[in-house]
């Protein structure tokens, strides 16, 4: 069953309030929802009123306190209906009971570790009780609280708390109220023996916020950073785009068992613990700072989101796309800029680029879907955030901040579409977007090709940019993309070239665009002959190929002004020898000895910071690298290249980045701050280096992991020793394994580590793991350290050619989707590779999900997935 945006329709009933009583005993939740529905003025007498319901069961019905009939309503599996409502305001109370504790699926009310919490987008709220579970139902709701003091000495909602007390018999209530009208996916509820942390915000109008995180009794200390990080939030949105708390209090709850990262929740954010908890010992800089953005993230939402929601989940992109933007922009002002941006294109290139070239592409905003948890992807939110991101290149900063004014001003309160949003920046630049609107409706990476040239006589400098984008599951045709161009000309000595016109189009300063298929540009009054550097900043989310040269890309490296195509330039170099030993082709010593200069002066230039320096000699990834290959690839002779030529380029300097990595050890005690962070990562990069390519290296990783007196240089120690497979690799993973026995977030560390074993061996030991009786088979975070890192950052041993690697996950896929199909169906896609592939391997792939979809009962959101693979 698909739903299409084509069909969007208003319910002929809309709901003008929500009354909630939840009544919480250890064996079972009973919940009485008093919902006040109006029919729309164009509402015929009569018509339905159809609830959507997920696996409810009615103990009782009434309308303005009238019992229904039996032969008026029908209740089933997808919901309850009432045949004949009045034609008038009513209300309807419905009854059902919950079985938290059994609810595996975390979607609904559920336990995680004895704590009552909840996670409704987008479809969960049907789990809790009879609703019009869709974004475009907007209500104030009333949530009422009862539950046994001594089990649940917290009880929290939305909004603000305007009644607690006592309750007999050894319980307690507590009464919330959410003024703002919310759509349901935002509703949640928190009940349990919890410890927290409080502070406060004062907001720029004088609102004194009162902010509580909670969590495990114990762990408080773990809460601090993302403490701080709330904080931070909070002024950062005033000062950067005028946004203002609105409530008087503003909770997050963290617990071990959750879906995904975090979630929105009106003035009760709900987080996974490992997306809070930090300490120097048990977290590492990475986390800290998925920490702080994560909670940016959630923060933004409030107005990204909560205040201005979407009218249907085909606009999911609409608050994801943007709050990503949002958060990414946080990230870039509390930190480096370049450095976030290079991370976020790394990630793009990693997640994004491979999910629109595959059999899972689809648009920003999709017009169809099957399932709609399957559409929380990073085409969504990631690539979703580059097309703001655009828009604010386009309309520049000052032309971006006052659409995004009118944007709040337009729309606050309700539940909106793309269109609106773009509409917002048409009206305050008075300009056509419609064009640029093709970014939100069409998949695929386009592919930019620029070729230019030079003529000495007449000063003048050609240059031709072409957009092609390949065909995607359901778009054979690609109109083509508005696509912006920042861009400069570097002289021969590397400094700024000028011009004194162009013709062939438009150039506004450092900026071209490209919308139409392709562009000439004359550029006059050129001295010497340019070497260009295009897209800085990676201004459009596109892959580009030129004629440059190596020399001319590792002169960009050395010499552009722009920080983010410095560092592309020597990974295109990079990635490019690669790509050509991947695939048999001997490399010239000239060319590597070149890159190898390129690495060795980047690392002594003074003016560059340590956490850059880390980027620029971090290698690419297995998988940017085949990407690059394109087809028939083996991944296994992609690993091997990757290591060849590593050990090529370090082996001659090794002393020197010896000599380097020892001069960066720590001397001040751990700080989670950018710049420590940046030299440890810098330190860590010189040890992966050192550990691929010297024979010193093992002895140096094994050295620093029992030396480490933090996560991040003891985790990147193992890490670098597995992903090595060095001698001493196996001893430590036992010692990790033991020594933090008892945390599980440092347990998701062990388990995400030994998924990336390059050895023959690795499958049977991560086997053995899942089988072991007392593995959390129901806890997401684990299933996704093990199975998740193993597809996704793995490929030699997930796509190995005897099958091993692909049945081996698609037998625990089947497994977790009896009790999570949406971990399941997450960890699946990682066969979006399969078309990628050399013929063998492709083919034993495909077989391995033909036998999952024949042999198993899939759930939708696993049979979604594996049908589109196969049919892509
Ligand atoms: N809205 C949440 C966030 O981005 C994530 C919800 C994810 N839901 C899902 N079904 N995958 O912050
Ligand atoms: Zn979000």
Same mark, same amino acid.
């Given at each position: ?26 064996? &079972? ?11 729309? #003025? ?5 018509? #339905? ?21 039996? @032969? ?40 995680s570790g004895g704590t009552w919490c ?29 539950a046994?003091?001594?089990v649940a000495p917290v009880l929290l &909602? ?22 703002? =009208? ?8 928190v009940a349990g023996d919890l410890g927290s942390i409080t ?13 509580a995180i909670y969590c495990t009794h114990g762990k408080q200390?773990?809460c ?27 909770n997050i709850v963290a617990v071990s068992?959750? *879906? ?8 009760l954010?709900i987080f *996974?613990d490992?997306?809070v908890?930090?300490?120097? /010992?048990?977290?590492? $800089?990475? *986390? ?60 793009? !290139? ?65 539940? +909106? ?46 240059? +031709?940019?072409?957009?092609? %984008? ?136 003074? $003016? ?49 980045? /010896? ?11 751990? &700080? =989670?701050? @950018? ?5 440890? &990562? ?45 001698? @001493? ?50 806890? #997401?975070? !684990? ?10 950052? *793995? ?19 089947? /497994?977790? $989707? ?16 399969? #078309? ?25 959101? %696993?049979?979604?997935?594996?049908? !589109?693979?196969?049919?892509?």
């Amino acid at each position: 069953h698909t739903i299409f945006l084509k069909d969007y329709a208003e319910t002929p009933y809309s709901v003008v309030s929500v009354d909630m009583d939840f009544k919480i005993e250890e064996a &079972s939740t009973r919940v009485r929802t008093q919902i006040t529905f109006e029919p729309r #003025p164009t509402t015929e007498p009569g018509t #339905p009123l159809v609830l959507d319901g997920d696996g409810l069961t009615l103990s009782s019905i009434a309308v303005d306190g009238y019992p229904v009939m039996l @032969a008026d309503y029908a209740a089933n599996e997808t919901g309850l209906t009432l045949a004949e409502p009045p034609h008038r305001r009513f209300v309807l109370e419905t009854e059902v009971h919950l079985k938290p504790e059994d609810n595996k699926k975390l979607m609904g009310l559920y336990r995680s570790g004895g704590t009552w919490c909840t996670q409704c987008e987008p479809e969960g709220f049907r789990r809790i009780t009879y609703y019009l579970d869709r974004p475009d139902i907007l209500a104030p709701f009333k949530v009422r609280i009862t539950a046994p003091r001594e089990v649940a000495p917290v009880l929290l &909602s939305n909004g603000n708390l305007i009644d607690k007390g006592d309750a007999g018999d050894g319980l307690h209530y507590a009464l919330w109220e959410d003024p703002s =009208p919310k759509p349901a996916y935002l509703f949640a509820l928190v009940a349990g023996d919890l410890g927290s942390i409080t502070d406060s915000f004062t907001t720029m109008g004088g609102r004194k916020v009162d902010l509580a995180i909670y969590c495990t009794h114990g762990k408080q200390a773990e809460c601090a950073y993302a403490m701080d990080s709330l904080k931070r939030s909070m002024a950062w949105d005033e000062k950067r785009f005028g946004r203002e708390y609105d409530l008087d209090v503003f909770n997050i709850v963290a617990v071990s068992d959750f *879906n995904f990262g975090a979630m929105e929740n009106k003035g009760l954010n709900i987080f *996974n613990d490992k997306l809070v908890f930090a300490l120097p /010992e048990t977290a590492s $800089d990475a *986390n800290y700072a998925n920490i702080e953005r994560v909670i940016a993230h959630e923060y933004f939402h409030n107005w990204t989101g909560n205040r201005i929601t979407c009218r249907d989940w085909f606009q999911l992109c609409l608050k994801e796309g943007l709050t990503v933007y949002r958060d990414q922009e946080f990230s870039s002002d509390e930190r480096s800029r370049p450095v976030q941006r290079i991370h976020d294109v790394e990630n793009l !290139r990693i997640t994004q680029f491979p999910e629109d070239g595959g059999p899972l592409a689809h648009p920003p905003r999709p017009d169809h879907y099957r399932e709609i948890n399957n559409f929380y992807t990073t085409t969504v939110y990631q690539k979703g955030s580059e097309v703001v991101r655009m828009l604010a290149t386009l309309l520049g900063e000052a032309g971006f901040r006052k659409g995004m004014d009118l944007y709040f001003e337009r729309h606050d309160g309700e539940a +909106t579409t793309i269109e609106a949003f773009l509409k917002v920046f048409e009206d305050a630049a008075g300009i056509d977007l419609s064009q640029f609107g093709q970014w939100y409706t069409q998949a695929g990476t386009p592919q930019v090709t620029a070729s230019d040239s030079y003529d000495a006589a007449s000063q003048t400098y050609t240059l +031709t940019l072409a957009q092609n %984008t390949l065909p995607t599951p359901n778009q054979p045709e690609k109109p083509p993309f508005v696509i912006p161009v920042k861009f400069g000309l570097l002289g021969p000595n590397g400094s700024p070239m000028g011009w004194a016109s162009v013709r062939g189009g438009t150039v506004q300063d450092d900026l071209i665009v490209l919308d139409s298929e392709s562009v000439t540009l004359t550029f006059e009054g050129v001295a010497n002959k340019p070497v260009p550097s295009l897209f800085r900043g990676f201004s459009a989310p596109i892959k580009l190929s030129t004629s440059l040269s190596q020399q001319d890309l590792l002169f960009l490296a050395r010499h552009d002004s722009d920080p983010f195509n410095r560092w592309d330039a020597l990974q295109t170099v990079a990635t490019g020898l690669m790509a050509r030993s991947a695939t048999g082709v001997s490399l010239d010593a000239g060319d590597v000895d070149a890159l190898r200069e390129a690495i060795m002066d980047t690392l002594a230039n003074p $003016d560059l910071d340590d956490a850059f320096k880390a980027l620029v000699i971090s290698m690419p990834d297995e998988t940017v690298i085949a990407r690059q290959i394109g087809k028939d690839v083996d991944p296994g002779a992609v690993a091997v290249a990757r290591r060849n030529l590593i050990r090529t380029l370090v082996e001659p300097v090794s002393e020197r980045l /010896e000599a380097y990595y020892g001069r960066l050890a720590d001397t001040a005690p751990y &700080s =989670p701050d @950018a710049r420590q962070a940046g030299r440890r &990562s810098l330190r860590n990069g010189l040890l992966s280096l050192l550990t691929a390519g010297s024979s010193r290296g093992a002895a140096l990783a094994e050295a620093q992991y029992k030396d480490a007196s933090n996560m991040t240089d003891r985790y990147a120690a193992l890490a670098i020793s597995v992903h090595n497979w060095t001698a @001493a690799a196996p001893a430590l993973l036992g010692d990790f394994r033991t020594r933090f026995a008892g945390d599980p977030l440092v347990f998701d560390k062990w388990l995400m580590a030994s998924s990336q074993a390059p050895d023959d061996g690795v499958i049977e030991r991560m086997s053995a793991v899942l089988a072991a009786p007392d593995f959390p088979r129901t806890n #997401p975070n !684990r299933l996704r350290s093990l199975l998740g890192g193993f597809v996704m950052a *793995n490929p030699a041993q997930f796509a190995r050619e005897d099958g091993l690697g692909f049945r081996f996950v698609t037998e625990a896929a089947a /497994e977790i $989707d009896q009790v999570n199909p949406q971990v399941a169906a997450r960890i699946l896609t990682g066969f979006r590779i399969l #078309p990628l592939l050399e013929a063998k391997r492709r083919a034993s792939g495909q077989a391995a999900l033909e036998s999952l979809r024949s042999q198993h009962q899939l759930s939708r959101n %696993t049979g979604d997935i594996v049908d !589109r693979i196969l049919a892509g």
